[in-house]
């Protein structure tokens, strides 16, 4: 039997769900772990004309199932001044029944983030994305310096979660260390949660 590790995002370049897809195959490096690639569909101040049920490319769009099936959380965002854009946040906000219900509660969580520039917001944009998923019970997880990349990188990765340098004109390539650690975080997360469902 398989369980499956929501690996959910928004990406506006194509970065964010490249780490989002490096971390999916860290969790299924994990016995029994599969990963469920989801986005989140982009909001705008004034709908005009209503998102298609599925995107035009990329991962499906997130359901409340999702959340409800998975053992484990992998939430990522670009930065926006230092925290999560706003349709991941508009989609947080949106799960208030879920919080009621606890259907969060006791699972693991990490996150990951890409940025423009090196000091672009990286760890304060994994912080707050922290935020919501404490809220829901959640139990949070991040990259230790056992891991020799974290120490090693010039790049992004960062002890709070798996990260990217995009570059100011978004042409910089996931460099090796970052890859490492994405993939690092995938495999801990599920890794953690095949513990905590009993199949230690």
Same mark, same amino acid.
């Given at each position: 039997?398989?369980?499956?590790?929501?690996?959910?995002? &928004?990406?506006?370049? #194509?970065?964010? %769900?490249?780490?989002?897809?490096?971390? %999916?195959?860290?969790?299924?490096?994990?016995?029994?772990?599969?990963?469920?690639?989801?986005?989140?569909?982009?909001? =705008? /101040?004034?709908?005009?004309?209503?998102?298609? /049920?599925?995107?035009?490319?990329?991962? /499906?769009?997130?359901?409340?199932? $999702?959340? =409800?099936?998975?053992? #484990?959380?992998?939430?990522?965002?670009?930065?926006r001044f230092g925290n999560m854009a706003a349709p991941l946040k508009?989609?947080? $906000?949106?799960?208030?029944?879920?919080?009621?219900? #606890?259907?969060?509660?006791?699972?693991?969580? =990490?996150?990951?983030? %890409?940025?423009?520039?090196?000091?672009?917001?990286?760890?304060?944009?994994?912080?707050?994305?922290?935020?919501?998923?404490?809220h829901h019970g959640m139990l949070i997880m991040g990259l230790p &310096?056992?891991? /020799?990349?974290?120490?090693?990188?010039?790049? #992004?990765?960062?002890?709070?979660? =798996?990260?990217?340098? %995009?570059?100011?004109?978004? $042409?910089?390539?996931?460099?090796?260390?970052?890859?490492?650690?994405?993939?690092?975080?995938?495999?801990?997360?599920? $890794?953690?949660?095949?513990?905590?469902?009993?199949?230690?």
């Amino acid at each position: 039997m398989s369980h499956d590790i929501l690996v959910l995002y &928004y990406s506006r370049t #194509g970065h964010t %769900a490249q780490l989002a897809r490096l971390i %999916a195959r860290g969790v299924e490096e994990v016995p029994g772990m599969r990963a469920r690639l989801r986005q989140v569909p982009p909001v =705008a /101040p004034v709908t005009e004309i209503a998102q298609p /049920p599925e995107p035009d490319e990329g991962a /499906p769009y997130v359901t409340r199932q $999702d959340l =409800a099936d998975c053992v #484990g959380l992998a939430m990522g965002s670009p930065t926006r001044f230092g925290n999560m854009a706003a349709p991941l946040k508009y989609f947080l $906000d949106s799960t208030g029944a879920e919080w009621a219900s #606890g259907v969060l509660a006791g699972k693991p969580a =990490a996150l990951f983030t %890409a940025t423009s520039t090196m000091h672009g917001g990286q760890e304060s944009t994994l912080l707050t994305m922290a935020l919501p998923l404490l809220h829901h019970g959640m139990l949070i997880m991040g990259l230790p &310096y056992t891991e /020799p990349a974290l120490t090693a990188t010039l790049s #992004g990765g960062t002890p709070y979660g =798996a990260s990217h340098v %995009a570059g100011p004109a978004g $042409d910089n390539t996931i460099t090796e260390h970052e890859r490492e650690l994405a993939r690092a975080l995938g495999r801990r997360l599920a $890794d953690v949660a095949r513990r905590l469902v009993g199949g230690a």
